[in-house]
C-alpha cells in the first residue's frame, strides 16, 4: 500500500498569517488532488495536479506538483476564518485506475481573528 | 441538484446486527467508492467499483461487503457489525475510472457516522 504523508498534522494560526501544507510520498503519483472537508460535510475538491512542477492558484490558495511527481505543497496566503478545515491530499499512483485513491491523513487548519 | 446521497446519516447499533448503509448518486457515474474515516488515519478505502457488476477491494475490506447491480446505487453492508467498525463512512462517485481520464474529481456524500456497541 502506497503512503502519503501530510504535515504538519495540526496548524492553528491567526487571521492575515501565510502558512504551506506538504504532501509527500515515496512513490510516483500519476496525478494528485487536494481537497478540503468542512464538519458534517464530505470533502470537496480543490484541485488536480497531473504534470510534475505544475503550478495551480485558485484565489489565496497556490497549488504546486513536485517536479518528480512524488510530492505537492498547498500554500495560502492571508489565511481568513473561512480557510478552517481538513485539507487533504489524495494521489492516484496507478494511471490504469486513476480514479483509485489514496489518501493522506490531512493537516487541520484554523484560522482565528 | 448533481450529488452523492448516503443514508442513514448517524446509526448506532450493537454488535453482529446486520446492517446496510446506501448510496445513491444521480451524476450517471462509472465509479463509485467507499471509504471509512477515522481520527489520525485519514480516509481509507474500503471497497470501489469500476462499474455495474465490477468491484474489488480496497485497503480496508474485512468485515464489508458490497455490490453494484445498478450503475447509481451502490450500498455497503456490513454483515456482523463490530465495534471495530465504528467510524465514519463516505461514499464517492467519479465519471470515470479509467486511464487517460486522470483529471477526475471525486463527489462525495455528507457521511454516515456508525457507532457498533
Known amino acids: 500500500t502506497q503512503l502519503l504523508e501530510q504535515s504538519p498534522q495540526f496548524l492553528s494560526i491567526q487571521e492575515g498569517e501565510n502558512l504551506t501544507v506538504y504532501c509527500n510520498s515515496s512513490s510516483v503519483f500519476s496525478s494528485l488532488q487536494w481537497y478540503r472537508q468542512e464538519p458534517g460535510e464530505g470533502p470537496v475538491l480543490l484541485v488536480t495536479v497531473v504534470t510534475g512542477g505544475e503550478v495551480k492558484k485558485l484565489k489565496r490558495l497556490t497549488f504546486q506538483f513536485g517536479d518528480a511527481r512524488k510530492d505537492s505543497s498547498l500554500h495560502i496566503t492571508a489565511a481568513q476564518p473561512g480557510d478552517t478545515g481538513l485539507y487533504l491530499c489524495a494521489g492516484a499512483f496507478d494511471p490504469g485506475t486513476a480514479s483509485k485513491l489514496t489518501f493522506g491523513t490531512g493537516t487541520r487548519l484554523q484560522v482565528t481573528l | 441538484e448533481a450529488q452523492v446521497t448516503q443514508n442513514p446519516r448517524y446509526l448506532i447499533t450493537v454488535t453482529g446486527k446486520k446492517l446496510t448503509v446506501t448510496c445513491s448518486q444521480n451524476m450517471n457515474h462509472e465509479y463509485m467508492s467507499w471509504y471509512r474515516q477515522d481520527p489520525g488515519l485519514g480516509l481509507r478505502q474500503i471497497y470501489y467499483s469500476m462499474n455495474v457488476e465490477v468491484t474489488d477491494k480496497g485497503d480496508v475490506p474485512e468485515g464489508y461487503k458490497v455490490s453494484r447491480k445498478e450503475k447509481r446505487n451502490f450500498p455497503l453492508i456490513l454483515e456482523s457489525p463490530s465495534p471495530n467498525q465504528t467510524s465514519l463512512y463516505f461514499c464517492?462517485?467519479?465519471?470515470?475510472?479509467?486511464?487517460?481520464?486522470?483529471?477526475?474529481?471525486?463527489?462525495f456524500g455528507d457521511g454516515t457516522r456508525l457507532s457498533i456497541l
Open positions: 464517492a462517485s467519479s465519471l470515470y475510472a479509467w486511464s487517460g481520464y486522470s483529471n477526475q474529481p471525486q463527489h
